[in-house]
Structures are given as structure tokens and as C-alpha cells.
């Protein structure tokens, strides 16, 4: 038996995990199905399908598409590169549909009109003809908006007509003609075009002008959402190309009860499905079961005839398969030749790629009903589920300085003319500082607010790039101590970090983030000057965070995945030149020069010099892409900036300046004009005060003073006191006026004896 050294071995105590104070926050989404934010459980790990609805591609896409598509991207990076979920993203185009057919059939048809050459009182008469069923159907119009798009498309036409026939009386010349004969073509195109198409487009037989137009506006769609930074989807369906399985889904949905042939239309049964145990229709928009108008644009405009309408057992019911009319591409199937409904496409195409059931579904606000509705309904019938989508998410509705913005209405903007005025970046930050499921107002107010935003994050980087360039960025002298300043920045990095999780975490509020974000910058501002008059900034502690903050717009796709916020590129055929680095010496040596110039020019009061440098700074160095900043005691600050950003800076402060120099003319005006009224009004004998106010009253006492109003009532006491008030001032006015005047008598007549 071994010896034993008398000592007591004692426990350890057990370890235990800290309490923690609070739990940490858990990705919730809003739910178009709850209409509440819900936790956010994908129902197989961390693998997410999700399918978004996709463009009608039969004109150019708009800022109302951008919403949706720059919304969706956004929320498809932050779910997978901070919240690190490995999704499947599907998105359709729909390249058959009653839009598409009908404008490539009003296309081809007036095109093939203009290619006649007709001569001009032939356009005119043609006009006036179509004119006729136009004018019908503005006098049936309730819709407001649509009822003022008709009369100024009215307004558009007369007056093309009248100059038409006004250049023909005058007898002008054969270019004048041509130029008034072609602006009344772009005025009545679209009237001549409906017209055309109802007298021939069930004529119109060649598919392939169908298909062309179609794939020319998924081709600039691309285009536009590449301009825009938006991430192709992983997977693009073609209605085109699933019209095999829409036939097949079709039947399922007819052999499950749901459907029912007439006149080789399929129609998907709403009463049916609604009274099946655990099915339900309209289960994102109850509210609007039954609304006919919703119902008819559901269908399309080619299919909501009185004998389409009349085929349906309810009228709550919808097209699976239509039919085949002449003027329109069919395809076989086992109902006849026919082309798929517009909501069957999502379902058959959603499924075929996803399964039974999707995690997230997205579109636009106005697809809830019918359209996502429909969707809902008829996949469920297909699967015999009730639980088809798990997350229904739906962008906002976008509208142009406050109005409406619809194409039917033709009131929108083109994704690539809002690229001319603003950046692809300045477009997403708009769409960043707002809730994605609000309206969003597109207007010069928001984009202002945008372009600030952007100004404020660059100011933050080009600061930190002179810091780097001035402080040591590796080894021994990398690390400064930590005094009161930089423990309380850390503080508010840190509190910044957790706030941006909440955000994120609450169905990905980007406005909160954008407001923690630009608080954060807001603190290193103030930190930086506060320490610089002491000791040097401390780069690391500004470093992390500029990582942090440029993490983040990276993961909203507002910088490139190999860029930095302030990437300038160089032109150079290597491609490899970093301009910065290239140049930033010679400035340097180049603004110290020009400061020391400065120094003396002060010293030596030479204004001239002085101003010589201002113009440098001013004018000069912007037209080159370089802003330079004067710091009084400390060396000036040199920054890169895109030369059109500097000179769109220097237009707008110009113009502030211009506006403050009216603002204060105008001020000056109202000023002397008020003194001058006074003056004038000094010399208003008090008997006459009242007497011009006819509009208000009709007799008055020997002073001048009313007694009575306009109708002959007597005035009350209260007011008869308050004009007396009146009229006493006015008479202590006039005596001091009149007193004025006898003092400048005076005056004059003691210049007048002593010359």
C-alpha cells in the first residue's frame, strides 16, 4: 500500500456556461401568407428553394421591375453571404402570354403599315377612323388615371392632325411634310395599332414573330439587370419550354377534381378546391375573392370576352389552358391545339425544379391577387397539399414623385434611362435606405437622399485612405495605446455590429443597417479630428471598421465582390496599374508645394496668389479626378474621385450659391418693399384708414372710423373697439409723418437763407 502524504485533495468546482443576458437574435421574415414576421425555418437544413417570379418579356423593363429584382437580390446575398444559407434560386420568364401576342402583333402590323408609305391625308383619314372605337372606350373608362392618359394621348393626336394639315395648307416643302407626317404616326401609334390588330391580327400566323419579340426583351432584361449588379438566378425557366409538362400538371389537376374542359379551354374549379378539406383559395388575398376586375386582368386582355367569360361554371374560375384563336402561337394538346394559362406557368415550372413544396416565393405586391393566389391553388390541387409555399415575401409598389407608376398607364421610367442620371449604386443605396415591402417613392427627394448617403460612406473612405497613407501600417509602430478615445469608438463599433444583427435578423431591415452604418461613420469623424490636434489616429481600430462597413455593402451588392468603395480604374492597357498608388506621391509633393505657396501668400498678403490657388483646388484638380481639402494646421488631404462626381459637386455648389445669392436679393427686395409700404402707409391721414374698405364695411362717423360692415349690420363693440385701436396708431403715425415733413421744411429753408 502506497504512502500518503497527508494532503487533502480538493474538487474542482464544476464549470458551468455563463448566463447570457440575452438570447441571440434569429432571422425573422416578414409573411405575405401571416401577414406577420415569422421565425425564419427552412425545411431542410440550411438548403433554401426559393422561386421568384420573373418578367413578361414584351417591353423594356422599368424602375418598377428594378424594385422588385434590386429587392430580391438584395435579400438573396444577405441570406446567403451573412446568414450563410446555401439557396437555389429559380426564376421564370414568361415569353408566352395575351401582352406579348398582342404587342408583337400591333408591332408587326404597324410596322408593316408604315412600310406602305401611304401618303398623308391616308394616315389622317385612317387616324380619324381608329379614333372612333378609341373615343368608345374612353367614355367607358372609370378608371381615373386611365381616363387622363386617354385624354392627353387625345390631346396628342388633334394636335398632330391640325399641324399635318396646317403644313399642308401653307404649302411647305416635301421635308416639312415628311416631318409632320411622321410625328403624327408616333402620335396615333398606338391607336392605329389597336386598330390594326383588331381589323388583321387573328390574321398574323407566323409564330416566329411572336418568339422574336420575346426573346429580344429577355435579352435587354439581362443586360439591365447586369447594369444594375443583379445576380442571374441559378436556374431560368422558359414558359416556351415547359409546355410539355403545363399539359401534364394540367391533367393531374383534372383528374384530381379540380379541373374541367369547355370548348377545349381548361378552367381551374374555385368552388371545388374550397370546399376540399384542407384546401383553401385566396389564402393571400381573402378580401379580394370575387373581385371581377382583378379576375379579367388575371386572364388577359385576349381572353376576357363575353364567350371566354361564359365557358366558366363561376367567374371566380380561371385558365388553366386556353384554347387556340386564330392570330395566336398554339401548341398541341389533348384538348386541342392551345397555349397555357398565365398562372399555371409558376406552378408547372416552380415544381418541376423545386418539388412540392418551396421555402420562399417572391414577387411584386401586385401579383398577391389573383395571380399568386391561382399559383397557390393549383399546385396545391396538383400535390394534394395545403402548404405549397412556406414564405411568401412580396416587394413594394414603387411610385414617381408620388404618382402611380404603371405601364399600362405609360407612366414609368426605363431601367436604362434612370442609369443616365444616377448610378447602378446610387439606384441600390435608394433601395437600401427603405423598407423592401414599402412603397417606395422614386423621385429627386429619395435620390437625393441616396446620392448623400453615398457622399457620406466615400468621405469615410477617402479618410481612411489618408490615414493609411500617413500613419504606419505594419510592425512595432502599427500598435498605438488605447486611451479613453479609442475605447469608446471600439464601444460603438461593437454596439454598431450587434445592431446591424438585429436589423438584419428583423426581416432584413437595410434601413436600420443603413442608419447604424452611417452613425458609426458619424463617430469616427468626430474621433478623427478630436485625436489628430493630440496624437495619430488609430489606423488598425479604423481599419476593422472600414472592413466592417465595406463587408457589408459588399454583401448588399453595393461594391463589387473584388472592388473597394472608392475603386478607380486607371485606363491602362495592363489593367494591372494601381492608380493611387501610381500617382499619390507627386501629389503629395505637389499639395505640400502649393500649401507652403499659401503660407507665404498669408504672410506676405499677395491676394492674387491666393487666389491662384483657390482655382487650382477649385477648378483645375476636379477636372482631373482629384479633390484636394485645405485643413487649417494640418497638411492638406488628397483625394481620387471620379471626375464627374467632382464636377456634378461643383455644379451643385454653384448652384446653392446662386440660390443663396437670390434667396438673399429676394430678402432684400421683400425688405424694401415692406419699408416702403410703411412709409406709405405713414402717410395716411387716419380719416381715410377705413373709408377704401368698401368690401367690408358701408358707413362710417365723422372721423372716419366704421360703424357699419358691407351687408348695413351695425358693428359690435369688440369691433368697433379694436378699429379704434387701429386708428389711433395710424394717428400717431400720420402726426409723426407730418411732423417729419415740417422738420425737412425747415431744414430746406435755413440751407436756402444761409446760400
Known amino acids: 500500500m502506497a504512502e ?14 455563463p448566463e447570457p443576458k440575452r438570447e441571440p437574435a434569429k432571422l425573422k421574415l416578414y409573411n405575405s401568407l401571416t ?22 418579356v414584351y417591353d423594356s423593363s422599368h424602375m418598377g ?25 429559380c426564376m421564370n420568364v414568361t415569353d408566352i402570354d395575351d401582352k406579348i401576342i398582342k404587342r408583337a402583333r400591333q408591332n408587326h402590323l404597324f410596322n408593316s403599315y408604315v412600310a406602305e408609305s401611304k401618303p398623308w391625308n391616308s394616315v389622317i383619314a385612317d387616324t380619324v377612323t381608329a379614333m372612333t372605337p378609341f373615343k368608345e372606350k374612353m367614355e367607358k373608362e372609370e378608371d381615373k388615371d386611365k381616363l387622363d392618359m386617354y385624354k392627353r394621348m387625345k390631346a396628342g393626336i388633334e394636335a398632330a392632325v391640325t399641324n399635318m394639315e396646317t403644313v399642308v395648307n401653307n404649302n411647305s416643302g416635301e421635308t416639312v411634310i415628311k416631318e409632320a407626317r411622321q410625328q403624327l404616326l408616333v402620335a396615333s401609334k398606338d391607336i392605329l395599332s389597336d386598330w390594326l390588330d383588331s381589323l388583321h391580327g387573328s390574321e398574323v400566323t407566323d409564330k416566329s ?91 388577359g386582355e385576349l381572353s376576357i370576352s363575353e364567350d371566354r367569360m361564359s365557358e366558366k ?82 416587394s413594394g409598389h414603387l411610385t414617381i414623385d408620388g404618382c402611380k407608376m404603371s405601364k399600362s398607364l405609360k407612366n414609368f421610367i426605363t431601367i436604362k434611362d434612370a442609369l443616365k442620371k444616377h448610378t447602378a449604386r446610387q439606384l441600390r443605396l435608394l433601395f437600401l435606405l427603405h423598407s423592401w415591402k414599402d412603397t417606395l417613392d422614386y423621385g429627386s427627394d429619395t435620390m437625393t437622399g441616396a446620392i448623400r448617403y453615398e457622399k457620406l460612406v466615400s468621405e469615410f473612405f477617402h479618410m481612411l485612405k489618408d490615414i493609411k497613407r500617413n500613419t504606419p501600417g505594419s510592425g512595432v509602430e502599427a500598435f498605438d495605446k488605447w486611451g479613453p478615445e479609442e475605447l469608446s469608438l471600439n464601444q460603438k463599433y461593437s454596439d454598431c455590429r450587434e445592431e446591424i444583427h438585429e436589423a438584419l435578423c428583423d426581416s432584413i431591415d437595410t434601413k ?51 472592388e473597394d468603395w472608392l475603386t478607380v480604374s486607371s485606363g491602362a492597357t495592363t489593367g494591372s496599374v494601381d492608380v493611387e498608388e501610381m500617382v499619390m506621391p507627386y501629389l503629395t509633393v505637389f499639395a505640400n508645394f502649393r500649401e507652403d505657396i499659401r503660407k507665404v501668400a ?118 368697433l373697439k379694436k ?33
Request: aromatic content about 10%; some cysteine; overall charge neutral.
Open 512 to 562: 436600420r443597417t443603413c442608419d447604424a452604418i452611417k452613425d458609426l461613420i458619424k463617430a469616427c469623424n468626430i474621433y478623427v479630428p478630436d485625436i489628430r490636434n493630440k496624437r495619430r489616429p488609430n489606423r488598425i481600430l479604423l481599419e476593422n471598421i472600414g472592413a466592417f462597413i465595406l463587408r457589408i455593402f459588399k454583401i448588399f451588392g453595393a461594391v463589387q465582390a473584388n
Open 313 to 394: 361554371r363561376s367567374p371566380n374560375d380561371f385558365a388553366l389552358w386556353k384554347a387556340g384563336k386564330p392570330g395566336e402561337p398554339t401548341w398541341d394538346s389533348p384538348w386541342g391545339k392551345g397555349r397555357p394559362g398565365w398562372h399555371i406557368e409558376c406552378s408547372v415550372m416552380a415544381s418541376s425544379i423545386l418539388g412540392e413544396s418551396l421555402d420562399i416565393h417572391t414577387g411584386g405586391v401586385d401579383l398577391k391577387f389573383p395571380h399568386h393566389d391561382n399559383e397557390l391553388a393549383q399546385a396545391e390541387a396538383y400535390f394534394e397539399n395545403d402548404h405549397w409555399v412556406q414564405y411568401f415575401i412580396h
Open 65 to 89: 421591375h428594378a424594385r422588385s429584382y434590386i429587392s430580391f437580390d438584395i435579400l438573396r446575398r444577405v441570406m446567403t453571404d451573412y446568414f450563410n444559407y446555401n439557396i437555389t434560386y
Open 723 to 755: 378699429n379704434m385701436k387701429v386708428y389711433e396708431a395710424q394717428e400717431k403715425k400720420y402726426k409723426e409723418f407730418l411732423k417729419s415733413q415740417e422738420t425737412s421744411q425747415q431744414s430746406a429753408g435755413a440751407e436756402a437763407q444761409s446760400g
Open 4 to 17: 500518503t502524504t497527508g494532503k487533502v485533495k480538493r474538487s474542482q468546482p464544476a464549470w458551468s456556461p
Open 602 to 719: 498669408r504672410e506676405e498678403k499677395v491676394t492674387s496668389v491666393l487666389k491662384v490657388c483657390d482655382n487650382l483646388r477649385d477648378e483645375v484638380l476636379p477636372n482631373l479626378g482629384v479633390r484636394l481639402e485645405d485643413k487649417e494646421g494640418q497638411p492638406p488631404v488628397i483625394k481620387l474621385v471620379d471626375r464627374e462626381t467632382l464636377l456634378k459637386e461643383r455644379e451643385e455648389k454653384l448652384r446653392q450659391e446662386e440660390a443663396k445669392r437670390k434667396e438673399k436679393e429676394l430678402k432684400k427686395q421683400k425688405a424694401e418693399k415692406e419699408k416702403a409700404e410703411k412709409e406709405a402707409q405713414k402717410k395716411i391721414p387716419p380719416s381715410e384708414l377705413f373709408r377704401k374698405e368698401t368690401d367690408k364695411y358701408s358707413k362710417f362717423d365723422e372721423k372716419g372710423l366704421p360703424t357699419h360692415d358691407a351687408e348695413g349690420k351695425e358693428l359690435s363693440k369688440s369691433a
Open 209 to 299: 414573330i411572336f418568339s422574336k419579340l420575346s426573346q429580344y426583351f429577355e435579352g435587354d432584361y439581362h443586360v439591365d439587370m447586369e447594369s444594375l449588379n443583379v445576380l442571374p438566378a441559378d436556374v431560368l425557366t422558359r414558359v416556351s419550354d415547359y409546355v410539355p409538362e403545363v399539359i401534364d400538371f394540367v391533367q393531374r389537376v383534372i383528374d384530381n377534381g379540380y379541373g374541367y374542359e369547355s370548348n377545349g379551354s381548361i378552367y381551374f374549379d374555385t368552388s371545388v378546391f374550397s370546399n376540399a378539406p384542407n384546401h383553401h383559395y385566396a389564402k393571400l388575398v381573402p378580401e379580394a375573392y370575387g373581385d371581377m376586375k382583378a379576375l379579367k386582368e388575371g386572364e
Open 35 to 56: 401577414r406577420q414576421k415569422e421565425d425564419f425555418v427552412p425545411q431542410n437544413g440550411n438548403q433554401v428553394l426559393w422561386y421568384s417570379c420573373g418578367p413578361t
